[in-house]
């Protein structure tokens, strides 16, 4: 019964989280990159941000009392919604899930798992490296000494950092901004792992249909 | 019927489209590296291009028709196609394509799936490799503060960067160069990821034979 | 019968060589992080370092003992005691084979196989990042040209070396500093490795599951 | 007919071929860091060094006669022997063939697959990293404008290029330095693939065991 109403309370919050995901950016966004609109425009924009993360705390409020578990154990088994609620940064992620759910409800979904594995690492990555270019630049551009100076440094210096090339002319000085960079080196480890893991899946798929087609005793490397 | 139309197609345009890229990448070459040729020359280099994206134009044109698919429909299907289109610095990738169907055609290849796997990775990002360094070297000398100078400095980078080194002694600083940098480092990952699955495969391989010669019982890892 | 005493002693020296592991990093963090305590405290901190040691030593002796192997063979079958024993830098790792060991003593683990290698990369990084970041502040921040001068920095230039990242911004210049760099790049190539082989080997599984299920003849690819 | 007198020189070779290649390696180390040893003991290491060539190119000559294959097909089928010839820097990876094929007369080898795998790829990567130190001290201490100055940069240097974490605290920056540097990048691709590589077919292999001992019916993932 419990599982019942979570289903429902999922798919009533589809659209709601989605939208708070989106304006939640969208926002900061606005907020971080045009610091020369009005007062009162700022004001909007940080109330939006405030209302998406409203949104995101509700929602995670009556998803512990639907799931009926002690406070620990919704923690371990909602460690990705905890996350989201507690680093904004991180929020747009949310779009992905809703997104699967969708998909997932309307029937198996069109794509190769592949494909989804890869459209899944690239746009997370996408998201995430504008997250953090938006945060880094925030906060980097009117330190003393920062080296990154504009937003278009900022993008260049967070694709750097997501292909673990790392040049180095331009790095961030700022806790936060530090802090923010390790975010997205994790990221790019993971993007790596799962290039390189959607690869070898692949390889190793292509080998094992080649040599059911072969008749046995034709090993393939000498081909 | 379309299809034997198009196959029709793809086997005339085979020499045109190869020839095409190879013209583009030998002409940009020369007029990046060789500045001090006379104006007449440059212009015969530029008109080259021309005729060699004209090349392409006239053949997605042909196949868009050929297909029959509404133009949504095409631009998803043929994305590679409709990105070599747009951006001229991956022409160069047709060559294996048509160098793919040519050896399909005769048959089956000679090299084994991993070797094919290592032999396209290795030229694709050869070629990619010139024509990042060609268009970073062409956007950056002349840039004010540039640490780019000379097409071996280029070269010297787009290798750090393919191997996600990154050094960072040398790096772009134009918004062409930046961008040219980012594909390189998607290419860079894409590599890491050929050279990883290729090796992962390989070595699951080499176990799969080597416990089917083994007595049950007998565990490869206690060796 | 030499079986079950090893047994015996391993189970004894679970807690104390858990307890002396802690002790060491802890004391070693006090004693390079608070250098402005008053000399006693150092002393107390020194010894403390020491005594560790001596746990391990004595535990490594015993061992030794009653595996009733030669010193080569031993050697070479308990290379990561060793190991253990003669860089102090890498004592905390035996935590983990303690906590292994006791968690493998009361029954199967409650993890998956993904997510207890997941978890063990991830810990061990941690601590030897923060063991590092200690030992190379501890050499590097008073030597003339240094680059790293805050224990931030330490930890900053830990992350981007574990991530294989590399800025370049702050690196080591001393000897000490350098070997302990080197030794943070092993462990960000096998974390690099963990990670990939993670994702490659959950992803072949899915695939395995994936066609398991379908009819034959339809092959995953094509969907 | 031809394979056993193949057989029976490359069993004759293998001392000779060991040997020569460490005197190489030991006559070039000494030739490069002890520029002030008198200058009859610099001719005598340079003659070592042409005797051990010498030695590889009768081996080379040798079995191209043997092989009775014609130029080109010979130059395909050993490229490997080929590359050593000409490159003197690679000549030490000679070691392991030799060590390999007297390891394989012996009888099957004692060490499992995936500790041949790291074993050979951790003692190639050693020594190309020693040899590539050497060349790029070589040719860098005395550059104007260089960065590597001392051996120890060299070494540091070459580990933060293994690695693929390229700091560019030190970098080269004489055409044959960046050269070598390139090679270097490559055998880091090649051990991160072999590092990740291992990994990843040690994961699936635990998790195929895993899976036939369990009943059928029990996911893996769920536990």
Redesign the interface.
């Known amino acids: 019964m419990n599982d019942s109403r979570q289903e429902l309370w999922d798919r009533r919050m589809d659209l709601p989280l989605g939208t708070a995901s989106a304006v939640y950016l969208a926002a900061y966004a606005v907020h971080v990159l045009a610091p020369g609109l009005p007062h009162a425009w700022h004001t909007v924009l940080l109330a939006a941000m405030a209302a998406a993360w409203a949104v995101f705390l509700v929602d995670y409020t009556v998803r512990y009392r639907l799931s009926g578990l002690g406070p620990w154990r919704f923690l371990r088994t909602h460690w990705l919604d905890t996350v989201v609620l507690v680093l904004p940064l991180l929020r747009p992620l949310r779009i992905f899930s809703v997104y699967d759910r969708i998909q997932r409800r309307r029937g198996r979904p069109?794509l190769?798992?592949?494909a989804r594995?890869m459209a899944y690492a690239g746009l997370t990555v996408t998201l995430l490296g504008f997250a953090g270019s938006l945060t880094v630049y925030h906060h980097e551009h009117t330190a003393p000494g920062a080296s990154i100076l504009t937003f278009?440094d900022a993008v260049?210096w967070a694709?750097?950092?997501l292909?673990?090339?790392?040049?180095?002319?331009v790095?961030p000085?700022t806790?936060i901004g530090?802090l923010t960079?390790?975010g997205l080196?994790?990221c790019?480890?993971?993007?790596?792992?799962?290039?390189?893991?959607?690869?070898?899946?692949?390889?190793?798929?292509?080998?094992t249909?080649?040599e059911d087609k072969r008749p046995p005793g034709d090993?393939?490397?000498?081909?």
Request: proline content about 4%.
């Open positions: 069109r190769s798992l592949h594995v278009g260049w694709c750097a950092t292909a673990t090339v790392g040049y180095g002319d790095s000085i806790p530090r960079a390790v080196m994790a790019g480890l993971a993007l790596l792992g799962a290039v390189t893991g959607s690869f070898s899946s692949w390889l190793i798929q292509l080998f249909r080649d090993s393939p490397g000498a081909s």
